[in-house]
């Protein structure tokens, strides 16, 4: 009688720890999968569930306390035991997860934003600047000229006469004066003799007074040519450096270079454009200079079609170390600026207008 009880008092003990191994099995497992499915990151391959087995749970719960044997307990025993340590090793397996290799596929498509993020940085950088010419006060451009008048009384120097004309190594251009005389003529208007764009316009003391240089372009055949128009002696500027100007239009105004002479208009036409103020520096004969009113009656209507073309500006070389503002000023030292050649040429106008 006493053995039954204790064996039965034993068998209770085994049944209640064995219920106590089941619900360990269990309880955790839950625990566990809600932190696995918090904490796992995707990946490539599909994530395997483990499910716990409720095999012996059931087998326990369906069996009553006095048709269990010490056996099955021991066997209960172990089984949970057995399943305490493969959720173990889950639950290493998986927070392992974190320090795996990202899988191709992930690293491609990394990789692809990466390279979209910096296409895209570089796109929107500035592009290196491109290599440019300036041509700034280095060329303009002008409206071939389409013909060209004497730069007084315009077009055909009506109420003037040539004082002196061109003669090589000694006078390179040609004088204009008014008919009346001494200095009747001081303050008219000077018109340039064809369309083109200023290159000089200044106060060159010296002899010169005010000058302005004219560049002129223009076709002859099918080639385009250069000329510069001079003219010195002026009263006043009435233009600018780099103004482009049109046949027949105010310059300046008729002068004696401060004084220097009688009233009149200096005026140079040149082949060669890179003379400047500097004429000591190259041969003075035709071979640089035309005479002004041989070119100008031998060019006095030009085919053109209203196109512009591009002139260099700076060509005076050697101008460039002249010091204007030291050089001697001639102003008061008027000399008459009378010769037995202007005397001549006014007489000879007075008479060709007297026959006319």
Known sequence: MVGKVVIGALVCVLVSV?????QQVEVPREKVGKLVQQT?????QPAVEVRPQTVALTETSNLSAPKISIEQMRQAGALAAQKVKEENHDIETDSSESDLPVPQAKKQVAATAVRAVDRQSRESEPPPPAQSISFSAQ???????????????????????????FRSHGHLGEDWDGVGGGDTD??????TIGDGV?????????????VVIVRHAYREGRTVRNVDSLYGHLD?????????????????????????????????????????????????????????????????????????????MNTFTYDSRIHWDRLRNYSHAHTGGDSSESAYALKKALASQSAH
């Not at 796992?40 to 490539?44: G, I, L, V, W």
């Not at 060329?139 to 004309?165: E, I």
């Not at 200023?198 to 005010?210: E, I, K, L, Y």
């Open 139 to 165: 060329t303009a451009f002008t409206r071939l000229a389409d013909g060209f008048d004497l730069p007084v009384g315009k077009p055909d120097a009506r109420g003037y006469y040539k004082a002196r004309g």
């Open 236 to 312: 006043k500027i009435l233009v600018r450096r780099g103004q482009a100007v049109r046949r027949g239009q105010q310059v300046g105004t008729m002068g004696t270079a401060h004084g220097l002479y009688d009233s009149h208009l200096h005026l140079e036409v040149r082949k060669n454009i890179a003379i400047g103020m500097s004429r000591d520096k190259f041969a003075q004969d035709l071979s640089n200079y035309y005479d002004p009113s041989d070119f100008i009656l031998s060019h006095r209507h030009l085919q053109s079609s209203g196109a512009s073309t591009r002139v260099a």
């Open 186 to 191: 001081l303050g008219d208007a000077i018109y």
């Open 40 to 44: 796992k990151r995707p990946t490539a």
């Open 198 to 210: 200023v290159v000089f316009a200044r106060d060159c003391h010296q002899g010169w007074g005010n």
């Open 18 to 22: 064995g219920t106590t191994y089941a």
